[in-house]
């Protein structure tokens, strides 16, 4: 069970979590916007098979993220993304085990310094992506989205992706809503994504935003993903809880501020962090 989580410590980064966006919402032709991410987040604990918290070796990373969607069409999106990654994880005890055994067999004094865990600092994921409009049904309006991922060998193992190029499709459901005269809206996206390192994965995203005063938006997102096959750790399943806020310092430049943390799960680590991005729209 413990060196299950450790696995995914290492190589499954759960569930990414992504800025707000358009969600089902499509661009006007012509129009877009671009979001400039960073993420600073560790995880010293992980969820077990039993989802409950245990020890396992820490990890820290950084992130920073271009997502870009453009209006080409009234009825069609298009977004894209891209980012740099720097992974920088301790040594299991499985690490150190080895390295003591190394050194037996080679007649070496054997060292008490602790062997390096594992490492990655390069480009991060790729992806590229379509978004149509099906339907509007009073206020609501149900959207579909397609799109592939890929990354470097390298990069696969702290990406959740087991193969170079993986798909990701997703059903869209938003709606603008008032809360005590408040503007605020609602976007659900249920989705499906191609080969993570534990098998295929069902994903659920949630957003709901609240405007308390015109130039502040208020974010409460909720990313999911769910392995049911199972892979090296078996069943594995995720969730990450994010709480931003976002000021329009104009009409087409917006700064957000937030925290993410993982706050259930089997199999997947117990990640938290800050987030911050610069939102520009043309």
Known sequence: MRASATFIVFCVTAVAAQ???GGAWLMPQGEGQAILATTFA???KAYDANGRLIETPSYRKFETRVYVEHGVLDWLTVVAEGGYMNFSGAAGPFDRLNLLIDEAKAGLPLSLQTPPGPRYEGLGL???GARTRLFAWGDYIVSLQAGVRAASPAARRFLDMRDAVQGDSRLLVGRPFELFGLPGFIDAQLGYRSRG???DEIRADFTAGLRPLPPILLLAQSYSGFAP????AGVVAAQKFQ???VYDVSASLSLQIGAIAAIG???SPAERGLISALWWRY
């Open 19 to 21: 800025p707000a966006c």
């Open 42 to 44: 560790d995880a010293r």
């Open 126 to 128: 790729g992806a590229l």
């Open 197 to 199: 390192q534990n098998g």
């Open 229 to 232: 096959r199972g892979g090296p």
């Open 243 to 245: 709480l931003s806020a």
């Open 265 to 267: 799960g089997v199999n």
